[in-house]
């Protein structure tokens, strides 16, 4: 009853930007939190950044002032505004959403829902 479809990746030159989008459609009563992650090759996956319903944000270190994790409600859709890219950001990104939602006469709090994935390669 929940469905997220990513777009926006593709191949970037070093210091090249990219945006992510993830739009969310189904029976949703409210995102309540949003996390982007991505897996590199040989590598676990990652919480690259987070926000939550409130609008709270955290990013992981190693991309704090590059990427920015937004959110358009109206839309149901989250962004990730990925600028000076390097050659170490090169993965598959996630979206993951936290929502609560109301199907089949069941109310859904706290369910986890992922995005297909969207590749991210970064090189010159």
């Known amino acids: 009853q929940v469905q997220l479809v990513e777009s926006g990746g593709g191949l970037v030159q070093p210091g090249g930007s990219l945006t992510l989008s993830c739009a969310a459609s189904g029976s949703i009563l409210s995102i309540d939190a949003v996390g982007w992650y991505r897996q590199a090759p040989g590598k676990q996956r990652e919480l690259v950044a987070a926000?939550?319903?409130?609008?709270?944000?955290n990013y992981a270190d190693s991309v704090k002032g590059r990427f920015t994790i937004s959110r358009d409600n109206a839309k149901n859709t989250q962004y990730l505004q990925m600028n000076s890219l390097k050659p170490e950001d090169t993965a598959v990104y996630y979206c993951n959403v936290v929502v609560t939602a109301y199907y089949g006469g069941t109310l859904y709090r706290g369910d986890n829902y992922w995005g297909q994935g969207t590749q991210v390669t970064v090189s010159s």
């Open positions: 926000i939550t319903s409130g609008g709270s944000t």
